[in-house]
């Protein structure tokens, strides 16, 4: 098929819809982002005459993966030119190409591209292509690249954000805290987007929530609390009550006052001596400064003997004028031991002085959290509230990156298979359409592959599902709901349009929730079955024999 890629209305369409989706949120995601043997390949593509040749190309890789970055792709590819710059580069890196590839390039955009793709935020597994690229083969092999880039490090962030999220549980607070920690300001920009997605509540990131809507949270650091020395250095002491019906002179004298009853409850039988006076008149600092959203990092000194008891005294002085204190941050030590002391205390002045609620203020734990460790404290039993996970959560330190690849499957409708001596690695050939099939429970039975040509499943009737290579697996299926996976987001004005990223993680919760427990536990999960179709099976075995060279002995 034909480009139109050189045509003027191509270029007016092309402008109009990257007006209508969007630019990328990296500025550095333009058409240069590809590797340099792409394009090799379109100027062999184009010296051969083959530029303009029908391509369909499949991506793919994970286990349990939340597929995301698709808005980030269709941004990209609405605005996808060339500048001049961009062709005085190439040109001076590749002079061995003709001057005529190079005006080419400048025609090019992907106006002639489809992309079909299952939406984002949606639960999916090996094999099942995540996206369909068509288009003329030179285009989408200068997509491959930055695809492949935009979608791996996205899916892996988010599907590590859900599996911090399915083990900590639907009642906690997950908060990201990995913008000192992320690979650069784009690393640390997208892990913020794709783990809110992934179903965290909260980053401390700004930029992020401002580009994208995400809830801001954060509280002090121990740097705040250590450059205090007393409690003179505090130079305003007066605060007004929340109604703003009085005003105390001294909040200061209030907190001390505060102090003394704590250490004199009979309730805590006189197990709070002496605190630090300069943590004191940091918490004291921050309430005055933050007097409705007080929340104080209590490990600087020593939690119970100093941070717990200092926090309380702030926070009862704040209940006097009608705030009400947010809660705490641990950031060291047994955070299991610690939160259950913590809330004992709560708990104990909450009835020892008659204050509503102060035993269920908000316990935040911190300190390299990850999977496991959150795991771990569910087993010991914990009073934590809401984690702040940060360096395992961004940098996706248990897996350095997805592995998603990017394969020809389809060129002027002659279907192309990918052979190799490991079986993992054989593409499945030709355009297909993708299904998921549920059974009468509920949950997500298979995922089926099938020809474009073959007619659709059906719910109620039998189908063969079969392993896409090994013959003995197969089994019938007779499906309660059939859900079509791939849907067209591109050419032009997106046929379906882009979904909100509050929508994206609403779908990525409820996809999550669909699954059978044991395909998601954390430890051993049962295989997801992905299959195929038994006409899609023998077309591949047939293409796989006709393609693969035959031996001979000697």
């Not at 500025?27 to 390949?41: E, G, I």
């Not at 993966?65 to 698709?70: C, D, H, N, Y």
């Not at 997509?143 to 791996?152: A, G, H, M, S």
């Not at 984690?387 to 020809?408: E, H, M, N």
Request: aromatic share 10%; hydrophobic share 40%; with cysteine.
């Amino acid at each position: 098929m034909a480009a139109v890629a050189g045509s003027a209305s191509a270029g007016a369409n092309g402008s109009a819809a990257a007006h209508r989706v969007g630019a990328p949120t990296n500025p550095m995601a333009t058409a240069l982002l590809t590797d340099q043997y792409q394009f090799s390949m379109a100027y062999a593509y184009w010296k051969a005459g083959k530029h303009a040749d029908r391509a369909v190309k499949n991506p793919f890789g994970g286990e349990f993966t939340v597929f995301a970055g698709l808005e980030e792709c269709i941004k990209f590819i609405a605005n996808f030119k060339f500048t001049e710059d961009d062709i005085l580069f190439l040109q001076s890196v590749m002079p061995m190409c003709e001057d005529a590839f190079f005006d080419y390039l400048r025609k090019t955009d992907c106006s002639d591209v489809e992309v079909y793709s299952i939406p984002e935020g949606s639960v999916v597994f090996p094999k099942v292509p995540l996206m369909r690229v068509e288009g003329p083969v030179a285009v989408v092999q200068l997509l491959e690249t930055p695809f492949v880039n935009l979608i791996n490090y996205a899916s892996l962030v988010t599907t590590n954000a859900a599996r911090h999220r399915h083990v900590a549980g639907k009642s906690k607070v997950l908060l990201e805290f990995g913008l000192r920690r992320a690979q650069g300001p784009d690393g640390a920009i997208s892990a913020s987007k794709y783990c809110f997605m992934g179903g965290f509540d909260a980053t401390s990131n700004v930029l992020a929530g401002n580009l994208f809507g995400i809830p801001l949270r954060g509280t002090h650091s121990h740097a705040y609390v250590s450059s205090y020395m007393s409690l003179d250095e505090i130079p305003d002491k007066s605060l007004k009550s929340k109604d703003g019906s009085r005003v105390c002179k001294d909040f200061v004298s209030l907190v001390k006052e505060w102090l003394q009853k704590i250490q004199l409850a009979d309730s805590l039988c006189g197990v709070f001596g002496e605190t630090n006076q300069s943590e004191l008149a940091a918490f004291a600092s921050y309430a005055l400064a933050f007097p409705t959203n007080f929340l104080a990092l209590v490990d600087t000194y020593d939690v119970m003997r100093s941070g717990i008891p200092n926090f309380c005294a702030v926070a009862l002085a704040l209940h006097d004028l009608g705030y009400k204190a947010s809660g705490i941050r641990l950031d060291s030590g047994d955070l299991a031991y610690l939160s259950i002391e913590a809330r004992k205390v709560f708990r104990t002045l909450e009835k020892e002085f008659n204050v509503p609620a102060f035993g269920k203020m908000i316990i935040t734990a911190s300190n390299d959290l990850n999977e496991e460790t959150i795991d771990a404290l569910n087993k010991q039993g914990h009073e934590v509230d809401s984690f702040g996970i940060g360096t395992y959560l961004v940098t996706c330190y248990s897996q350095a990156a997805l592995g998603c690849v990017f394969k020809l499957v389809e060129i002027n409708s002659r279907p192309r298979i990918k052979l190799s001596e490991d079986v993992a690695k054989v593409s499945i050939p030709c355009k297909k359409r993708c299904f998921r099939l549920y059974g009468k429970e509920g949950y997500p039975l298979v995922d089926i592959m099938m020809r474009e040509s073959e007619p659709s499943p059906k719910a109620g009737k039998r189908i063969l599902c079969r392993h896409p290579f090994l013959e003995s697996r197969r089994a019938y299926v007779v499906p309660q709901h059939v859900e079509e996976l791939l849907q067209c987001y591109w050419p032009d004005k997106p046929r379906v349009e882009l979904p909100s990223l509050e929508e994206i993680r609403g779908r990525c919760m409820q996809q999550l929730e669909k699954l059978r427990p044991d395909h998601i536990r954390r430890l051993n999960p049962t295989p997801y079955k992905v299959s195929v179709s038994a006409k899609l099976y023998e077309f591949i075995h047939s293409l796989w024999l006709n393609e693969a060279p035959v031996g001979e002995l000697q």
